[in-house]
């Protein structure tokens, strides 16, 4: 009923940039707290940016004053911003919501911590 789907990722040279999107398909009624994660290989899965159900922003050290995250609510859609990349940002970014309310023929429905497919980001001279 659901699905994010990221776009954007590529390949870029270190102090490069990228935008990254993520758009939320269905008959959507709302969206909570949405946010990007990232994983490198052989690595954990960690946070990048988030917004919170308050709507403040939540940034990783690492990517804080380089890295903004906005929304759209009209669109569905939330952006990734990345400037001055570096080599140990290459990863797979995944966009998430915490909840998602959608709509069906007999009212409402919800899905709870919802992950899109990633998007490769690489950042290599």
């Known amino acids: 009923q659901v699905q994010l789907v990221e776009s954007g990722g590529g390949l870029v040279q270190p102090g490069g940039s990228l935008r990254l999107s993520c758009i939320v398909s269905?008959?959507?009624?709302?969206?909570?707290?949405m946010g990007w994660y990232r994983q490198a290989p052989g690595k954990r899965r960690e946070l990048v940016a988030t917004?919170?159900?308050?709507?403040?922003?939540n940034y990783a050290d690492s990517v804080k004053g380089r890295f903004t995250i906005s929304r759209d609510n009209a669109k569905n859609t939330v952006y990734l911003q990345m400037n001055s990349l570096k080599h140990e940002d290459t990863a797979v970014y995944y966009c998430?919501?915490?909840?998602?309310?959608?709509?069906?023929?007999?009212?409402?429905?919800?899905?709870?911590?919802?992950w899109g497919q990633g998007t490769q980001v690489t950042a290599s001279s």
């Open positions: 998430h919501a915490d909840r998602v309310t959608y709509f069906t023929n007999s009212g409402y429905g919800v899905e709870n911590d919802c």
């Open positions: 269905g008959s959507i009624f709302s969206i909570g707290a």
């Open positions: 917004f919170t159900n308050s709507d403040s922003t």
